[in-house]
């Protein structure tokens, strides 16, 4: 599962918070414009930025694997058409763009979570949005980072287990089924014990977040992420 990882690297040097504009100017230019020069341009974005978080690119591939499934099938679904001449190329190559454009973001955000830690992406959450809004979001961001490795771990310990019991010789609705009612079995356990560990832990609205600065570095990333974001406008 990609998760934190301390490291030196550039990335985990920044403010969250810097990280984060930079996130949202991407994905706004990156949405906004579908040429292939920009692609192109927003590629080499891409690779500079993974290069700063120092991302080992094959396991952060590997683990985006279903979600690249999903994205290959998307264009040859949209080049299909229902009548002469049966396949639109210009609609197929339009829906690869769009797919290429996703998987540039889901890279670039990959970044994001392998050099930042789920208490400093919650301190950001909350100091940028003012109020109980800013609040849950924090709460909700934390509890997602951390609870989401757990799920699915849980999914791996009971796909391994039906593997043992010769639950592959079963037909594919069935194990998916199985698969499913187990899964969501574990997942109201866990809920359940999360609700009871945060009671004992007198669990607070507002705790103590790490701090955070803005550094020199840190205006390079901001004005980076504010030419990202005036380019979609572009």
Request: contains cysteine; charged residues 15%.
């Amino acid at each position: 599962m990609l998760t934190y990882e301390p490291d030196d690297t550039l990335a985990h040097q920044l403010d969250p918070r810097s990280k984060l504009a930079v996130q949202i100017g991407f994905a706004a230019t990156a949405l906004a414009h579908t040429g292939v020069r920009a692609l192109l341009a927003l590629s080499a974005v891409t690779a500079l930025v993974l290069a700063a978080a120092r991302v080992p690119l094959g396991r952060t591939l590997y683990e985006y694997r279903f979600a690249f499934v999903v994205l290959s099938i998307a264009p040859p679904l949209a080049a299909l058409t229902f009548g002469s001449p049966w396949i639109d190329v210009g609609s197929g190559l339009a829906s690869a763009r769009a797919s290429y454009r996703v998987v540039l973001i889901l890279l670039v955000s990959a970044a994001y979570v392998r050099s930042t830690p789920v208490r400093d992406s919650r301190a950001a959450i909350q100091r940028t949005i003012p109020g109980k809004a800013g609040q849950l979001l924090g709460i909700g961001i934390a509890l997602v980072f951390r609870f989401l490795p757990v799920l699915k771990g849980d999914i791996r310990t009971i796909r391994d287990a039906m593997a043992a019991r010769l639950g592959t010789e079963r037909g594919a609705v069935d194990r998916a089924s199985t698969l499913a009612l187990l899964g969501f079995s574990r997942a109201f356990d866990r809920a359940d014990r999360l609700a009871l560990a945060l009671q004992a832990r007198c669990f607070s609205w507002n705790p103590t977040l790490p701090p955070l600065s803005f550094g020199r570095v840190d205006a390079v990333a901001l004005g980076i992420a504010v030419a990202l974001g005036l380019t979609a406008f572009l």
